[in-house]
């Protein structure tokens, strides 16, 4: 391990972070193989030379969680969007909830 490791995985970070503001998620995963192996290059005896890196570290894990979410809340009104397409809801006389399906197309139109 070396000091030039430390600035390589600190430079590392910030390409991750400035790429996770971004919305690069492409290059994130690009990024994950030389993380890795920066990290192992690290050993309990170079602990001392992690703990200004931890802070960029919980910083990075906090930005990949969100984007993990908006991702995943994103997949989810693209779901209720396409139901919506699809299908139509409607209620009976007596209340109860009916579901009316359209035929399915060959194609999609898109506006």
């Known amino acids: ?8 995985l ?6 991750e972070r400035t790429a996770l503001l971004a919305g690069d998620l492409e290059t994130v995963g690009q990024l994950a193989a030389e993380k890795e192996a920066l990290a192992l ?3 309990e005896a170079n602990a001392k030379y ?8 919980a910083r ?10 908006g991702v995943a809340v ?5 779901s ?21 399906a359209q035929p399915l197309k060959k194609t999609e139109r898109r506006f």
């Open 10 to 15: 600190s430079r590392l970070l910030e390409t």
């Open 1 to 8: 391990m070396s000091k030039f490791a430390v600035e390589r």
């Open 41 to 43: 290059s690290f050993d």
């Open 74 to 78: 994103v997949i989810g009104v693209l």
């Open 50 to 57: 992690l703990i200004p890196i931890s802070q960029d570290l």
């Open 80 to 100: 209720k969007q396409r139901t919506a397409r699809n299908t139509l809801s409607s209620y009976d006389s007596a209340g109860k909830s009916t579901v009316i």
């Open 60 to 69: 990075n894990g906090a930005l990949l969680s969100a984007a993990r979410d």
